[in-house]
């Protein structure tokens, strides 16, 4: 029931639609979610996630996730990241991955909404460490489509694996164009 709500709201109230879906069967995976450009993009995404009827989780500083808003973060997919013991953000991650049965992570790689040249590469690197798939998605603003790519499991080479996952959001825009980052494919 609760899917249906959301796919009616995501369709019918706010004119959206999805392509392509999740493997329900891969139950861990790393979501390359572009592009990010405005706070719209959580939203959006969060009511996809809805419509999609597939859990789908994001990491936050293990201080948002105290009293009072702890358990709201945590119904929205939250999960707390906690560096403490010395480990960097891409070990704490690969931690989470490795303490949960189901966990598909949706990151931005771009890490800002501000224009960037270059994406952060500790998602392609918290994949290829827990050993998951990566699943390009694209928020597109200019069509109304969240559209969901095929996994792609990283091979090590992350030149030509981030020139294959960009291919996915070549004519993606987000909901401010110019902050978009230019996918650049050889």
């Given amino acids: 029931m609760k899917k249906q709500i959301y796919r009616w709201i995501f369709g019918n109230i706010m004119g959206w639609k999805i392509e392509g879906s999740i493997d329900e069967q891969i139950k861990k995976s790393v979501l390359m979610v572009m ?8 939203y959006v995404a969060i009511i996809c ?11 936050g ?29 891409v070990d704490a991650i690969v ?8 966990f598909r992570l949706g990151l931005s790689p ?16 918290i994949a ?12 597109n603003f200019e069509k109304k489509i969240v ?3 095929k996994a792609f499991y990283p091979t090590g080479n992350i030149d030509s694996d981030l020139n294959i996952l960009n291919k996915h959001f070549v004519n993606a825009k987000g909901k401010i164009p110019e902050n978009g980052y230019k996918s650049i494919v050889n």
């Fill in 35 to 42: 592009p990010h450009t405005s706070w719209h993009d959580f």
């Fill in 49 to 59: 996630r809805g419509a999609t009827g597939v859990n789908i989780n994001w990491v």
């Fill in 61 to 89: 500083k293990k201080e948002l996730f105290r009293f009072p808003f702890g358990f709201f973060f945590k119904s929205l997919g939250g999960a707390p990241l906690d560096r403490t013991g010395g480990l960097n953000k």
């Fill in 95 to 102: 931690s989470i991955f490795n303490s949960k049965e189901t």
């Fill in 110 to 125: 771009e890490g800002t909404r501000k224009k960037v040249e270059q994406l952060k590469t500790g998602f392609y690197y």
């Fill in 128 to 139: 290829l460490e827990a050993n998951v798939p990566i699943i390009p998605v694209s928020i």
């Fill in 147 to 149: 559209d969901f790519g």
